[in-house]
């Protein structure tokens, strides 16, 4: 008999090991298979990455004292910090400051990142041997997490921040202990601050209290000051995030009246619910995944028994991912975008965490459909060279040395930010990774001289009366703000 019992727990140590150490085999797999190389050799390449990189640069270097990182030099209230605000930006800051900061280091970070998390997941629940067969065959098999593992995006810090969050509410409907309420409560503050609409993420607490659904008077007080919270919590970050001027939250606030305002809206929701149940709205996997979270959600909601009006209980479990799938679905749909893998990063690290907290609530059908839908949709991966093509595109390949961006230097005794901030109209890692610490990015298309940034960096010849050429060279041309001297009589 000891020895039986010796041997379940040596194979859930195994087991726990196995998948603590899945996301750095998952890199070396995907980089060897797709790159033939090494995952050192990951770059960033899209704008987010790029942008991402270099405020991480820039802030573990300098600390606040870098320059903008904005789109069309439109700044933050307070602060110089891009359209991701601070919240990413420190984690990965802390990560540079222990380990240093080089071009691979995002994907890197990312592991470590998610072993980290799985580690406290796992710790948490202290799952069955069952349970953990299945985390480990979802979590390899999950498509989103596949193809983002070696991009320089923050899609993995997501994932370890879902993972935790989910070990905690675990916990916490287990043993209800305040400790663990408190801490739920202040997690799900922090992460807000990584994408704002993680403060739907305490909504279940509210409804369940001492283990048990309870829906009266304390929990529509709860309600109402969660949703002052939320709003603070909006509020306080936008005023340390740089304005995105593509988005549809910039066009809709800037609506003329409220007619305009109720149409613009009205057309957004429209065009996003036909693009997220469209068979012909984006390439197969996304189209996938959106049907994935329709079918877990619709699943979830029945059987909660929600929809019963008499006396079946309430299947918690299912309501809980129910709960959470519908909020951020809607949001996702009325606030954000449903095209170009935007909903994609939102939504699937979310997915991930509903499936797998029911994997860990003994939900059978769940688990064992879910891996059985991964592995199809990893067959329809494999017939996708587009896709692949589109995450592996020059992530291998290291960057051009630019030393005319290279030799730019850091002004100590600037008296304005703009002073350590340099004007790009091509965002590529060309430009991006070979300018220094503390010089802080702006993309602008329309060069003027109306710009206030010392600096421009354009791939064309340009004509302006308040910047003069000081170099160039075979990718483009430097231009310095010229600074008007007084002459006092």
């Given at each position: 008999?000891?020895?039986?019992?010796?041997?379940?727990?040596?194979?859930?140590?195994?087991?726990?090991?196995?998948?603590?150490?899945?996301?750095?085999?998952?890199?070396?797999?995907?980089?060897?298979?797709?790159?033939?190389?090494?995952?050192?050799?990951?770059?960033?390449?899209?704008?987010?990455?790029?942008?991402?990189?270099?405020?991480?640069?820039?802030?573990?270097?300098?600390?606040?004292?870098?320059?903008?990182?904005?789109?069309?030099?439109?700044?933050?209230?307070?602060?110089?910090?891009?359209?991701?605000?601070?919240?990413?930006?420190?984690?990965?800051?802390?990560?540079?400051?222990?380990?240093?900061?080089?071009?691979f280091s995002i994907p890197s970070a990312n592991i470590f990142f998610l072993q980290i998390a799985y580690a406290l997941f796992l710790l948490l629940v202290l799952?069955?041997?069952?349970?953990?067969?299945?985390?480990?065959?979802?979590?390899?098999?999950?498509?989103?997490?596949?193809?983002?593992?070696?991009?320089?995006?923050?899609?993995?810090?997501?994932?370890?921040?879902?993972?935790?969050?989910?070990?905690?509410?675990?916990?916490?409907?287990?043993?209800?202990?305040?400790?663990?309420?408190?801490?739920?409560?202040?997690?799900?503050?922090?992460?807000?601050?990584?994408?704002?609409?993680?403060?739907?993420?305490?909504?279940?607490?509210?409804?369940?209290?001492?283990?048990?659904?309870?829906?009266?008077?304390?929990?529509?007080?709860?309600?109402?000051?969660?949703?002052?919270?939320?709003?603070?919590?909006?509020?306080?970050?936008?005023?340390?995030?740089?304005?995105?001027?593509?988005?549809?939250?910039?066009?809709?606030?800037?609506?003329?009246?409220?007619?305009?305002?109720?149409?613009?809206?009205?057309?957004?929701?429209?065009?996003?619910?036909?693009?997220?149940?469209?068979?012909?709205?984006?390439?197969?996997?996304?189209?996938?995944?959106?049907?994935?979270?329709?079918?877990?959600?619709?699943?979830?909601?029945?059987?909660?028994?929600?929809?019963?009006?008499?006396?079946?209980?309430?299947?918690?479990?299912?309501?809980?991912?129910?709960?959470?799938?519908?909020?951020?679905?809607?949001?996702?749909?009325?606030?954000?975008?449903?095209?170009?893998?935007?909903?994609?990063?939102?939504?699937?690290?979310v997915l991930f965490g509903c499936i797998l907290f029911l994997i860990i609530n003994e939900k059978h059908f769940i688990s064992t459909s879910s891996i059985i839908?991964?592995?199809?949709?990893?067959?329809?991966?494999?017939?996708?060279?587009?896709?692949?093509?589109?995450?592996?595109?020059?992530?291998?390949?290291?960057?051009?040395?630019?030393?005319?961006?290279?030799?730019?230097?850091?002004?100590?005794?600037?008296?304005?930010?703009?002073?350590?901030?340099?004007?790009?109209?091509?965002?590529?890692?060309?430009?991006?990774?070979?300018?220094?610490?503390?010089?802080?990015?702006?993309?602008?298309?329309?060069?003027?001289?109306?710009?206030?940034?010392?600096?421009?960096?354009?791939?064309?010849?340009?004509?302006?009366?308040?910047?003069?050429?000081?170099?160039?060279n075979k990718y483009g041309y430097l231009y310095k703000k010229e600074v008007k001297k007084t002459i006092n009589y």
């Amino acid at each position: 008999m000891f020895r039986t019992l010796r041997s379940v727990y040596d194979s859930r140590i195994v087991l726990g090991l196995l998948i603590i150490a899945f996301p750095k085999i998952l890199i070396w797999v995907i980089a060897l298979l797709v790159a033939h190389t090494q995952p050192a050799y990951s770059v960033p390449v899209w704008s987010d990455e790029l942008s991402l990189w270099h405020e991480v640069l820039s802030f573990s270097h300098k600390g606040l004292d870098f320059g903008y990182y904005t789109i069309n030099e439109l700044v933050p209230t307070y602060l110089s910090f891009g359209t991701h605000g601070f919240g990413t930006v420190s984690v990965y800051a802390l990560f540079a400051k222990q380990f240093g900061w080089e071009i691979f280091s995002i994907p890197s970070a990312n592991i470590f990142f998610l072993q980290i998390a799985y580690a406290l997941f796992l710790l948490l629940v202290l799952p069955t041997t069952k349970q953990l067969i299945h985390i480990f065959l979802f979590s390899v098999s999950f498509i989103p997490l596949i193809l983002f593992c070696s991009t320089s995006m923050s899609e993995l810090l997501n994932y370890s921040v879902i993972l935790v969050y989910f070990g905690l509410l675990y916990r916490y409907f287990k043993q209800g202990w305040k400790l663990l309420f408190a801490a739920l409560a202040i997690f799900c503050v922090w992460i807000s601050f990584i994408r704002i609409i993680y403060i739907v993420l305490f909504l279940p607490v509210l409804f369940k209290r001492k283990t048990e659904f309870q829906l009266d008077r304390k929990f529509f007080f709860h309600l109402l000051l969660w949703f002052i919270s939320g709003v603070i919590l909006f509020v306080l970050n936008g005023l340390f995030v740089s304005p995105y001027p593509d988005s549809f939250l910039n066009e809709l606030f800037s609506s003329a009246g409220i007619g305009p305002f109720i149409s613009c809206f009205a057309l957004h929701f429209f065009h996003n619910v036909v693009n997220f149940i469209s068979p012909l709205s984006e390439n197969l996997i996304q189209v996938l995944e959106r049907y994935f979270i329709i079918f877990i959600m619709i699943y979830s909601l029945l059987k909660s028994n929600i929809l019963h009006h008499k006396t079946k209980k309430i299947e918690f479990d299912y309501f809980v991912v129910f709960l959470i799938l519908i909020l951020f679905v809607l949001i996702n749909i009325a606030a954000y975008d449903v095209f170009d893998w935007r909903d994609y990063r939102v939504l699937a690290p979310v997915l991930f965490g509903c499936i797998l907290f029911l994997i860990i609530n003994e939900k059978h059908f769940i688990s064992t459909s879910s891996i059985i839908i991964n592995v199809c949709v990893v067959n329809v991966l494999i017939f996708s060279p587009s896709v692949v093509e589109s995450f592996k595109a020059n992530r291998f390949a290291k960057p051009v040395e630019n030393k005319l961006l290279s030799e730019i230097r850091y002004d100590n005794q600037a008296t304005s930010k703009f002073d350590n901030t340099i004007v790009l109209n091509h965002f590529t890692a060309n430009e991006v990774l070979n300018i220094p610490a503390g010089i802080g990015v702006t993309y602008c298309e329309n060069l003027s001289d109306k710009l206030k940034s010392r600096f421009i960096f354009s791939d064309k010849e340009i004509k302006l009366s308040t910047y003069r050429m000081i170099n160039s060279n075979k990718y483009g041309y430097l231009y310095k703000k010229e600074v008007k001297k007084t002459i006092n009589y």
